[in-house]
């Protein structure tokens, strides 16, 4: 099991709770017609959140095996599983690694102007960037 997270693009993301919670698990279908690990697929401002994500939590699918296999720096436990839609950053992390993971999410969902949900959270808030470069629990999601 893992600690998932996920951001979105606000200009398609419901904001309406029952549409926005439709319109996810519609996301999560994962149909569209391309990888799920080319961050060209979104907006610039999802791909730059994605991009500095990854300085932090490297996407898995994409470092190299050698640099995850030393000892001296053991990236394996920051690792984490992005799968990247046009409206979608989804994210899978290690639970150990959960208050690292929501903190660096939330500041840098801040910074680029995207919608960030907490999808592991029983009830699931979903924050909206503002007008004045703020992030506000909009609603939450109750699985």
């Known amino acids: ?20 919670k439709n319109w996810y698990l519609k996301q999560g279908e994962w149909t569209e017609p391309h990888d799920y690990d080319d961050p060209s697929v979104c907006t610039k401002a999802m791909r730059a959140w994605y ?27 920051y690792m984490a599983d992005y799968s990247i839609g046009s409206q979608i950053i989804y994210v899978a992390f290690q639970w150990s690694k959960q208050k690292e993971a929501y903190d660096s999410c939330l500041k840098l969902a801040k910074k680029h102007g995207v919608v960030f949900f907490d999808v592991s959270a029983e009830i699931a808030g ?17 699985w």
């Open 1 to 20: 099991m893992t600690y998932d997270l996920a951001i979105f693009n606000p200009e398609t993301s419901p904001k309406e709770p029952t549409e926005f």
């Open 51 to 77: 991009l500095e994500m990854t300085n932090s939590f490297p996407d898995l699918n994409t470092v190299d095996d050698s640099v995850t296999a030393t000892e001296d720096f053991d990236l394996r436990q």
């Open 126 to 142: 979903v924050y909206f960037p503002t007008n004045d470069g703020d992030l506000v629990k909009t609603f939450s999601i109750e």
